[in-house]
């Protein structure tokens, strides 16, 4: 059986469908991204196979294990690094790792030599003995990692596992998420930042309002989203953009200053209505940019929303 | 079984290690109840009557607030989390918690022991029924403080909330004003409040009398209590997750 496997998964707060009949699986040492924009349902998701939320309707197997039925065995043989880093402040760091694995019932010996080695391993050997909430943002999340390994997890739950980092430690998180992947580990990672996707996972879903709209891998995703490209264009004179919405070929249009940008699937006739349009107010163009979609607006097309 | 005790154990000394000098439990685990003692010895209350209660209040007050500060401290930080996903059950977390609190109780307790002991010098009249009743009695409180913090909702008042629910506790319960002396009425509700049982038992084990509640009940309902407490409160846990 594969690591995970969802079957019509879904979640009902009070109600409200965040997560709704989503099926997938991830295979054994896949480095899988489940990627969407915020309130999409991931951190749901996630939590639902960890035991953290309950399941409203449908089943999953993580490592052959259901959450629903065996949820202690689960729990064994997972890590869950959540979307906030929440290891004990007033410990250290090796108080915290000691802790953990405590918890899972390691073995006093074995538990120091694998606290040292995720110490050297996430770069944190002079943290040893400070303390969690005096440790950076970065240093905290890769604690938190840490922590989440203690106990040798077969499937490790990265929840955006760069939020809030800057560049230098999000790549410094990638690379560790490489490396463990690379050792075997399955990863199922969530994030709503296409690039971290893109750059990581071999496989990607994609999610949005609860429902899966795409998956692949990151260059398949491109290839069948990248049909589009971005017309940036200003005028001398005032037009609406609900007028400009309307013209055949624009998907989507916005505003910004001045000038407007439209994600359009055929440039040509759109540039030439466009001229047409501005000629019948006897305003003219005087700006226009045409450009392959980027990373980032592939990913808004197939969310299919503007997040200006 | 086993590995559940363990669990527990384990995230007791997690607790012991974190929270033990977080200002609200110091203040209201230790500093009140002795500032309360001293009040009390000061104006010279009858000593019989009141060691018991000093001594049944500084445990109440030491093995409660500890659950005030981790629990509701932790489910603030999400850290609470934590202990869910760690392979044990929600009653092994319930009574991780509650043995944190415990061992803080009864440390806190030593200070007002002492000046019961130095002040006002009363030998015990039982002493290993003293020792068990102090520990039902630190089971019953930090259990009953767990099931509390599962009710409050801001961290920031949860002292106040607590406060307001163990004020009236300590009046009503014969504490200090005994049920036998209440009026009627009033009298039912001291029976319903557990902190009425724990101190009818220490005082039976203290000074070998007690107020109306005679220690073959009073022992048992204060072991009792704590189980009910303990599974109501892995109920409460239960019921945390969405
Ligand atoms: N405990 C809860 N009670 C009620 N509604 C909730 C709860 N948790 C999440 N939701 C709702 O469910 C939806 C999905 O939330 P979820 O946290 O899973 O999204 P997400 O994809 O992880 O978003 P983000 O990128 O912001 O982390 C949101 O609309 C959210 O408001
Ligand atoms: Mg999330």
Redesign the interface.
């Known amino acids: 059986m594969d690591a995970i496997v969802v079957k019509n998964l879904t979640k009902y707060?009070d109600g409200f469908l965040a997560v709704d009949h989503i099926s997938f699986s991830v295979k054994w040492g896949e480095l899988f991204g489940f990627l969407g924009p915020n309130g999409a349902g991931k951190t749901t998701t996630v939590k639902m196979l960890?035991?953290?939320?309950?399941i409203s309707e449908g089943d999953a197997y993580v490592a052959g294990y259901s959450p629903l039925r065996e949820l202690?065995?689960v729990?064994?043989v997972i890590g869950?690094v959540?979307d906030?880093s929440?290891?004990?402040?007033?410990?250290t760091c090796w108080?915290n790792l000691i802790?953990?694995g405590?918890?899972?019932?390691i073995k006093k010996e074995e538990l120091v030599n694998r606290a040292y080695e995720l110490l050297k391993l996430f770069d944190l050997m002079d943290k040893k003995d400070s303390k969690f909430k005096q440790l950076s943002k970065g240093q905290k999340r890769k604690l938190t990692m840490a922590a989440a390994l203690v106990h040798k997890p077969k499937i490790l739950f990265l929840d955006e596992p760069t939020i809030g980092l800057d560049v230098r430690s999000r790549r410094a998180v990638w690379s560790m998420i490489r490396e463990l992947n690379e050792n075997g580990l399955t990863i199922f990672l969530t994030t709503h930042n296409i690039h971290e996707a893109f750059n990581l996972c071999e496989r990607i879903m994609v999610i949005n309002k609860g429902k899966i709209i795409a998956a692949g891998s990151p260059t398949e995703l491109k290839r069948r989203f990248s049909g589009s490209e971005v017309l940036e264009v200003s005028f001398t004179g005032e037009i609406s953009i609900e007028e400009i919405s309307q013209i055949p070929g624009v998907i989507k249009a916005s505003r910004s200053g001045g000038s407007f940008k439209l994600v359009v699937s055929d440039p040509i006739s759109v540039i030439e209505e466009l001229v047409e349009k501005a000629r019948s107010r006897r305003i003219s163009l005087n700006y226009v940019n045409l450009r392959g979609a980027d990373a980032e607006e592939v990913f808004l097309k197939i969310i299919g929303e503007e997040h200006a | 079984m086993l590995d559940e005790i363990r669990g527990a154990f384990y995230i007791a000394k997690k607790d012991l290690k974190e929270y033990y000098f977080k200002p609200p439990t110091i203040s209201w685990g230790i500093a009140f109840p002795l500032v309360f003692a001293l009040a009390f010895l000061l104006r010279g209350w009858e000593k019989d009557w009141l060691a018991p209660g000093l001594l049944t209040l500084s445990l109440f007050f030491g093995s409660t607030s500890m659950s005030a500060a981790s629990i509701v401290f932790e489910r603030r930080m999400e850290s609470f989390e934590r202990l869910l996903l760690f392979p044990i059950s929600y009653l092994g977390v319930a009574f991780g918690k509650a043995l944190s609190s415990f061992f803080f109780g009864l440390l806190s307790s030593t200070a007002t022991v002492a000046i019961i002991w130095l002040f006002l010098s009363i030998p015990p009249h039982n002493m290993m029924l003293l020792m068990l009743c102090i520990v039902g009695s630190a089971l019953q409180f930090s259990s009953m403080g767990i099931l509390l913090s599962f009710a409050v909702k801001d961290p920031a008042q949860a002292m106040t909330i607590f406060n307001s629910i163990r004020f009236p506790m300590m009046f009503l319960s014969n504490i200090i004003i005994p049920v036998s002396k209440l009026p009627h009425y009033l009298s039912w509700v001291s029976l319903a409040i557990p902190l009425t049982y724990s101190v009818e038992a220490i005082r039976y084990a203290l000074i070998g009398s007690y107020d109306i509640i005679p220690p073959q009940i009073s022992i048992p309902v204060t072991f009792i209590s704590f189980f009910a407490f303990l599974y109501l409160a892995a109920i409460m846990i239960k019921r945390t997750i969405p």
């Open positions: 707060y960890c035991g953290l939320t309950r202690k065995l729990k064994k869950l959540p906030v929440n290891l004990y402040p007033e410990l108080e802790f953990a405590e918890m899972y019932g």
